[in-house]
């Protein structure tokens, strides 16, 4: 891997009953750098953070993550080696309260049967002290999760995979179904959580997407279209063409 790279996909293909989804892809991620992937319905987002993440395998090419090959790797590795992946619709345990959610989501704890009976150790305490603040949940942490709104969920499960303490964080479309409101809090609560973990985000919002200020990857047809600045890579008729015209 060249120094200066924490993810790198290079000439990845997948094929699907003979339908390349993953045509050729190479893309390459910097340590701490936040990218977010944009493309229209079928250019292969969703295919290509399943393969990042181990769920499929590619027929051709090479996918590095620091030194290590995760073609070779199956999910939970994957996920122990610091690749958190949030799912476009939140998965969180709607019985629970907020705070219980998060102390179940934190890395290295305890089995659920020490979660019903144990006392939350100071560390963990001030760990979903801390996951709390990031997400906006603070005021809601006594409060059961299924009586969150869609956002605050959103957030909850974002929590959760922070509690996993990741180094690369993949975000599937976050801001589907949310508020206006909502979709500007998740941009500055991405920018946050890029301070200190590598953010690899797929969306259609293109507001959500200005706002997150970062470079732009567009695929289509299972590959890289264009690449760059929102501005840059918006004004590029081949993007027009195939996605922001339609
Ligand atoms: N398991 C599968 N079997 C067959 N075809 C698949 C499979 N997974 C994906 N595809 C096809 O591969 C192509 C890429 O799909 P993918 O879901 O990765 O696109 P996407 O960019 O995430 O689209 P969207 O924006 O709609 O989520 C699509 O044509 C899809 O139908």
């Known amino acids: 891997m060249s120094t200066g790279t924490l993810l790198e996909l290079s000439h990845v293909s997948v094929t699907f009953d003979g339908f390349r989804a993953i045509n ?17 319905n079928g ?19 090479v996918v590095r993550f620091r030194e290590h090959d995760l073609t070779k790797l199956d999910e939970p590795a994957i996920a122990r080696m610091g690749i958190g992946r949030k799912f476009q619709k939140p998965t969180v345990f709607e019985e629970l309260t907020v705070r219980d959610n998060l102390l179940l989501s934190l890395k290295g704890l305890r089995s659920p049967f020490a979660l019903l009976f144990a006392k939350e150790t100071a560390e963990e305490k ?6 709390l603040g990031t997400i906006r949940l603070g005021r809601e942490a006594t409060r059961q999760a299924g009586g969150l709104s869609h956002g605050q969920k959103q957030w ?16 599937d479309e976050p801001v589907a179904g949310m508020t206006d409101a909502e979709t500007m ?4 609560l991405l920018r946050e959580i890029n301070r200190t973990r590598s953010v690899v985000v797929v969306e259609h919002d293109m507001e959500f ?7 732009v990857t567009v695929l289509h047809e299972g590959s890289v279209l264009a690449e760059g600045e929102l501005d840059q890579v918006s004004n590029d008729p081949r993007v027009i063409e195939v996605y922001l015209g339609r």
Request: proline fraction near 6%; glycine fraction near 12%; charge should be negative.
């Open 126 to 131: 001030a760990r979903i002290d801390g996951l």
């Open 209 to 215: 997407v200005r706002a997150l200020d970062v470079k």
């Open 24 to 40: 050729d892809l190479s893309l390459s991620l910097a340590p701490g750098e936040m990218r977010a992937i944009v493309g229209p």
């Open 156 to 171: 909850l499960e974002i929590g959760m995979l922070l509690g996993q303490e990741p180094d690369l964080l993949l975000v």
């Open 185 to 188: 809090e998740t941009a500055d």
């Open 43 to 61: 250019a292969g987002k969703t295919t290509m953070m399943d393969i990042i993440t181990g769920k499929t395998r590619p027929d051709a090419g």
